[in-house]
């Protein structure tokens, strides 16, 4: 499976983007995608993931202004950023989980796209 990820850019503090993320095959559709960030000099964390059924988990530093979610029909995930911050600024990677359930685990995501850049001004 090969992921592909765009929607990453400059913003503004309290601007919104909108990050996609598309699968190569439709097998994403049976598991967990999520999304994880990594600021310069930081190890990489968990932003977000949506389940095979569609529940969704977010990260407490995120929760209220990110919103995970999916077309199985596309094979894309989505992560809407509003009233983003400063520290939002990391590469923003998607993953495609093991299982049709996954957490915030690394080694519960098998497949991972690229990354795209996202850069908030203050």
């Known amino acids: 499976v090969q992921l592909q990820a765009s929607g990453g850019g400059l913003v503004q503090a309290g601007g919104s983007l909108r990050l996609t993320c598309a699968a190569s095959?439709?097998?994403?559709?049976?598991?967990?995608m999520g999304w994880f960030r990594q600021a310069p000099g930081k190890e990489r964390e968990f932003v977000a993931r949506?389940?095979?059924?569609?529940?969704?988990y977010h990260a407490d530093s995120v929760k209220g202004r990110f919103t995970i979610s999916r077309d199985n029909a596309k094979s894309t995930v989505y992560l809407q950023m509003n009233s983003l911050k400063p520290e939002d600024t990391a590469v923003y990677y998607c993953?495609?989980?093991?299982?049709?359930?996954?957490?915030?685990?690394?080694?519960?995501?098998?497949?991972w796209g690229q990354g795209t850049q996202v850069t908030v001004s203050s």
């Open positions: 949506i389940n095979w059924n569609g529940s969704t």
């Open positions: 993953a495609v989980g093991v299982r049709p359930y996954a957490g915030s685990e690394f080694s519960e995501y098998r497949y």
């Open positions: 095959r439709r097998t994403s559709s049976n598991n967990a």
